[in-house]
């Protein structure tokens, strides 16, 4: 049995669902799923490569301090997270500024623990400060270091 559409029969033409059916041969819809397999597998990688390609973009242009802080955070393990993280940081970075400013001038040398080591926190704060568009005087930057220095250590200097 044939059956046959109405007046807007479209493609189908005077061929039934049935009909199409049967004219087609399994090369043919072979094909067509191979066709259809490599392109539903093609878009995730194209997509992937992509968003790797963003990501790494997106990671390339910040500072050395947010770069260690973005691409560790595992959070963000995507282009479109990491833009969000980033711009929610950005909106609230009057909160953090004052916080890092407030960790740097607080910042204290000790005795017992090796001066490299101590060291690096002023400079890692010092890049984040950076990274926030806060300047601050390299020579300042040294002398509160100095300045930070046990008084075992004045002699030296």
Known sequence: MVERGGEDEGILGEYSRGEICSLNDHEAAATITDQQTALSKAVPEKWLQDDALCRRTILNHLSDYAFHYYSTESKTT????????ISEDIRSTLGVKRVVVGKYMEFRIVEEKSI??????????????????VSVDEMFHFYNIINKLHASWKNVA
């Open 78 to 85: 995507i282009g479109r997270q990491l833009w969000d993280a």
């Open 116 to 133: 490299v080591k101590q060291v690096e926190q002023p400079n890692e704060i010092f890049d984040c400060l950076a990274a926030f568009r």
